[in-house]
């Protein structure tokens, strides 16, 4: 849908393709989380120690035809703050 197409060019596909295997597209859902489709196994397990991140290429936003806002903070990661080689914010 549109929506995730939005997710994408806003947050962008990360370093692997939006795979959601690298975690560099992770964002942080401050508010309306609800709006967005559930987690699959694998980023769920990713993400497990930070409940209200996201992987942007994998979140699609008004899933199930829900309305409504929320607040999206991009990861500091995604300005150059984060080492690739420091995996430890995704476990």
């Given at each position: 849908g549109s929506s995730d197409i939005f997710v994408l060019l806003l947050?962008?596909?990360g370093d692997c393709g939006a795979e959601g295997t690298c975690?560099?597209?992770v964002v942080?859902?401050?508010e309306?989380?609800?709006?967005?489709?559930?987690q699959k196994t694998q980023e769920a397990q990713?993400?497990?120690?930070n409940p209200r991140w996201r992987l942007a290429c994998?979140?699609?936003?008004?899933?199930g035809d829900q309305e409504g806002s929320m607040t999206v903070r991009v990861?500091?990661?995604q300005w150059g703050d984060?080492?690739?080689s420091d995996k430890t914010a995704l476990q």
């Amino acid at each position: 849908g549109s929506s995730d197409i939005f997710v994408l060019l806003l947050f962008g596909k990360g370093d692997c393709g939006a795979e959601g295997t690298c975690g560099t597209c992770v964002v942080n859902i401050t508010e309306g989380g609800d709006l967005l489709n559930p987690q699959k196994t694998q980023e769920a397990q990713m993400l497990v120690k930070n409940p209200r991140w996201r992987l942007a290429c994998k979140a699609i936003v008004g899933f199930g035809d829900q309305e409504g806002s929320m607040t999206v903070r991009v990861n500091p990661r995604q300005w150059g703050d984060y080492k690739k080689s420091d995996k430890t914010a995704l476990q």
